[in-house]
């Protein structure tokens, strides 16, 4: 990392501004794991979200609860609370952790996109393994691959890590203008035109079909009421991904193509840190547009309620015992 980054840098951070992102990824971090982890139940339980549909939210979710347990819990908060890292022998393992679970979560929204206006336009495609899961895995394997070579094929330059930076001032291949920009691009811009076209792509076909629809219409092919749950899930977890990314990717189209300082200031202090975001909103988001996550709540919410206990149901039982042994019991 050049000195006059890392100078810009910490003339921006401050303990306050480490403060603020400290509460920001505190507050809502634990109600967020555990929504994961009831996601993971209801799978287990709910036969219907073990559909080869459903994969790719499920490999979303886990990614993001991968993230948030070997990344932002261990060190991210600890930076935020000490404004320093542990060690600088971690720092290879952070930044590159940090990229490889971001880019296949991206990737992963991408196919989410892709996927959905498959299954709702063309759904006579069966359900196999080739299908679904076949591009995840190898999305996941795109994105490690890419990771592991450019990382072992750039190594680092003496003192390049800095414990008092963000992910210790960035990966080892930042040092080569050419890889960085290819990586944003396979990594960053891909991903985020496939989800933007995809979805326009999506929600057009949806109201054009809507505002044609004819006489005989419902017998036709075209049977988007039954998946508009995948819909409605989808834009629910691509909106928050939108809210979070596409700031930090246009402010990196103007700086590709425009000033080199534009908006410096908030993008390091700030725009670089939304992804944590994502990793936390999404599981709220997934209960919210899941039929059978939230049928699990109000299922055990119900047998709570009725649940008999305590000494006034001990003693209705006992009363209706005895009276009905004994006729004459009053």
Known sequence: MSNDTSSSIASLETPLTRTIKLIIFSVPLGPSLLCSLYIFICVIHERQLRRRANHVMIAIILIDFLNLMSDLIPISLSYFYTGHVRSLSICLYWVTG?????????????????????????????????????????????????????????????????????LCGGPCFASSTVILTVDWILIVLLPTLVIVAFNILLLGRVIFQKCRRRPGFEGRSFTWRKNRKLLIQLLAIIIVYFITQLPLAIFSIVRLFGPADFLLDISLIWLFYTPYLIYIIIPFAYIATTKECRKQICGWQRRVAIAPTGPTYRLKTLTKSMATNNPDYR
């Open 98 to 166: 940090n990229y490889t679970l971001q880019g296949i979560s991206s990737w992963l929204m991408a196919w989410a996109s892709i996927d959905r206006y498959l299954l709702i336009f063309f759904h006579r495609l069966r359900d196999t393994f080739l299908r679904h899961d076949v591009p995840i895995l190898g999305l996941c394997a795109f994105v490690v691959g890419w990771y592991i070579t450019v990382t072992f094929t750039h190594s680092c330059r003496e003192n390049w890590f800095d414990g008092t930076q963000f």
